[in-house]
Nanobody
Framework: QVQLVESGGGLVQPGGSLRLSCAASTSVSVINTMGWYRQAPGKERELVATGGVNGNTNYADSVKGRFTVSRDNAKKTVYLQMDSLKPEDTAVYYC?????????????WGQGTHVTVSS
């Protein structure tokens, strides 16, 4: 079992920055993928950015060059540094963890943290 606890959301003006953090509580030694998805009102949940245990990263085109995902594998924590925020970044941001348990891939989600970009 994996429990994910997010922190760092809030209200920020356009052009500002926020840093999200997500810590995993689990006895699993390796979490293959950690990252972030978001869901804006009236829209489907979408990928923001993920990071693999070996350092590879994947970003949505809409956030490339503005957001940076990073991991601390020893702490089982993933971060999302968000710069040059835009009103369209407003959403609930969900922490994600994906890992293999035996031959099965399992997805885990946090409760979500609100990010509002508004003047």
């Amino acid at each position: 079992q994996v429990q994910l606890v997010e922190s760092g959301g809030g209200l920020v003006q356009p052009g500002g920055s926020l840093r999200l953090s997500c810590a995993a509580s689990t006895s699993v030694s390796v979490i293959n993928t950690m990252g972030w998805y978001r869901q804006a009102p009236g829209k489907e949940r979408e990928l923001v950015a993920t990071g693999g245990v070996n350092g590879n990263t994947n970003y949505a085109d809409s956030v490339k060059g503005r957001f940076t995902v990073s991991r601390d594998n020893a702490k089982k924590t993933v971060y999302l540094q968000m710069d040059s925020l835009k009103p369209e970044d407003t959403a609930v941001y969900y922490c994600y963890a994906g890992l293999t348990r035996g031959l099965t891939w399992r997805d885990y989600w946090g409760q979500g943290t609100h990010v509002t970009v508004s003047s």
